[in-house]
């Protein structure tokens, strides 16, 4: 079984619906992360979490949501979705009791808002 | 932020062909990582480097944190290492990356 897992893989919305994308992890790490990616573009951070009650705003987060549902579980919520948010969303993780930087990612979900 | 460069945008291949992949920064990092995006979407890990050089069979990377800049070696490419190749470098928990290299290679 994957390490860090996403659901949905993919999924197509309408405008102004709410969606939440979720992710969880079996590698025992204490953070997580949400990351978008536009097309030709890298990756780009929308929230972070170091632990259950520490969740901290990324460089994109206008228009997301997040909640850490446990240790393992950190999902992603668009509470009025538009269709620029179109993107592949990865969630990642890393442990801060080890090295702490290294960061491993999901296999993404590719979002459609129509 | 942490501005990554990286080049060349484009590579194509023929296969059994060597390449190298560059990656500048504009500060000094404690983390620097290389990933391959498959033609699928992953993100596969590749090295974690924020100094030094390592091998993994047919890739290799080496940093120069004093000089801001990484380089990825490909060797003897096969069709399968087509994808999109990202640089991210960071400190603490922030990884920016570049905007990749894509590498197509040909049989």
């Known amino acids: 079984d994957a390490d860090v897992t996403q659901t949905p893989r993919n999924r197509i919305t309408k405008t102004g619906k709410r969606i939440m994308l979720e992710c969880s992890q079996t590698?025992?790490?204490?953070?997580m992360y949400w990351y978008r990616q536009d097309p030709g573009l890298g990756l780009r951070l929308i929230y972070y979490?170091?632990?259950?009650?520490?969740?901290n705003k990324g460089e994109i987060s206008d228009g997301y949501s997040v909640s850490r549902q446990a240790q393992a579980k950190f999902s992603l919520s668009l509470e009025s979705a538009i269709p620029n948010q179109t993107a592949l969303y990865f969630c990642?993780?890393?442990?801060?009791?080890?090295?702490?930087?290294?960061?491993?990612f999901g296999p993404g979900t590719r979002l459609t808002v129509t | 932020g942490i501005q990554v460069e990286q080049s060349p945008p484009d590579l194509i291949l023929q296969e059994g062909a060597n390449s190298t992949l560059r990656c500048n920064f504009s500060d000094s990092v404690n983390n620097l990582q290389w990933f391959h995006q498959n033609p699928w979407g992953q993100l596969i890990n590749l090295f974690y480097?924020?100094?030094g050089t390592k091998q993994n069979g047919r890739l290799s990377a080496t940093t120069v944190a004093t000089e801001r800049y990484s380089l990825l070696y490909i060797s003897s490419s096969q069709t399968t290492d087509s994808g999109v190749y990202f640089c991210?470098?960071?400190?603490?928990?922030?990884?920016?990356f570049g905007a990749g290299t894509t590498v197509t290679v040909r049989a």
């Open positions: 480097i924020p100094s």
């Open positions: 590698k025992g790490h204490d953070r």
């Open positions: 979490s170091f632990d259950v009650k520490d969740i």
């Open positions: 991210a470098v960071g400190s603490d928990y922030k990884l920016s």
């Open positions: 990642a993780t890393s442990d801060s009791f080890d090295r702490g930087l290294e960061q491993y």
